[in-house]
């Protein structure tokens, strides 16, 4: 039996040519943007706001979270899946490995809040380079929580301003960071137009 993705010609000097995708790909690829359906279904509403999805992929996913009855959820998941068809799914990965912490991106991006947490833990002139790269910043604030953190150290408290200068610092670096990827797409639209 002859694979249905290569086509054959009566004349031998012909090669034979790629006629697209054979059913099994094609079944593949349904089930693996299934698959991220799923994920994109499995998440809390607060991560899927994170992420920035089309229209009526966000109606399918509510109405699949909706649905309770097993065969309506197997027919919703195929319409999730059938929907991820017309959209670039890349964005979606990258942004679920992002919230499961699997995007090495992400790991560095924690790391490196991490480490600018440490220095300025030991060194208060540190909120010069916060300054410097989140304009936005909170001094004040951070100055705060600094000083509330040695002293957690110092009288064996919980760490609690310790973790808070990681959220402060978190939540800036998203802030610039999403900043920087609406500047990247302005300046992407004038050139196309």
Request: without cysteine.
């Amino acid at each position: 039996m002859r694979p249905k993705s290569i086509s054959t010609h009566d004349d031998p000097d012909d090669e034979p040519q790629y006629d697209g995708p054979s059913k099994s790909q094609k079944k593949r690829d349904s089930h693996a943007l299934q698959d991220i359906g799923e994920q994109l279904v499995a998440l809390s509403d607060t991560q899927l706001k994170r992420i920035d999805l089309p229209d009526n992929l966000r109606r399918a996913i509510e109405e699949t979270r909706r649905t309770r009855s097993r065969e309506g959820l197997r027919r919703q998941m195929q319409y999730v899946g059938k929907v991820m068809r017309t959209i670039d799914t890349a964005p979606l990965v990258e942004a679920l490995d992002a919230i499961r912490g699997v995007s090495a991106r992400a790991v560095a991006r924690e790391q490196m809040l991490e480490r600018m947490r440490e220095r300025l833990i030991a060194d208060e002139q540190v909120l010069g380079d916060i300054a410097a790269q989140w304009p936005d910043a909170d001094l004040t604030q951070l100055r705060t929580l600094r000083r509330n953190a040695l002293r957690e150290t110092e009288l064996d408290k919980p760490p609690r301003a310790f973790r808070e200068i990681f959220r402060v610092l978190r939540q800036l670096d998203r802030a610039g960071t999403s900043d920087a990827n609406e500047t990247a797409e302005d300046e992407h639209d004038d050139e196309q137009g």
